[in-house]
């Protein structure tokens, strides 16, 4: 079993910055890709970036590549997700999430097996 805890979410002005953490319980955590996703209103749940377990492999949705940049530190069992250059399209709840490895892609969210309980970021235009 695998906890998730997101943390960092925020409002805050357009063009500017957050960082979001998802911090794992568990030993495991090093066995596992991790994912951010994040649900708009009225949305359906969408990919933003993952992390291979050993962070060799990184990927990122078009809509944020440049802007976000997602890390992970298995010694602290957390992964991050810093945002900069926010636009009030990016206002949504995020996820963190964690997959064991071995799937096919990261970007699936059916791909995942533990889910965190969201953060809510939201950006003022």
């Known amino acids: 079993q695998v906890q998730l805890v997101e943390s960092g979410g925020g409002l805050v002005q357009a063009g500017g910055s957050l960082r979001l953490s998802c911090a794992a319980s568990g030993r495991t955590f090093s066995s596992y890709f991790m994912g951010w996703f994040r649900q708009a209103p009225g949305k359906e749940r969408e990919f933003v970036a993952a992390?291979?377990?050993?962070?060799?492999?990184?990927n990122y949705a078009d809509s944020v590549k440049g802007r976000f940049t997602i890390s992970r530190d298995n010694a602290k069992n957390t992964v991050y997700l810093q945002m900069n250059g926010l636009k009030p399209e990016d206002t949504a709840v995020y996820y963190c999430a964690a997959g064991f490895i071995g799937r096919p892609t990261m970007r699936d969210p059916l791909n995942y097996d533990y889910w965190g309980q969201g953060t809510q970021v939201t950006v003022s235009s």
């Open positions: 992390i291979s377990a050993s962070a060799f492999i990184i």
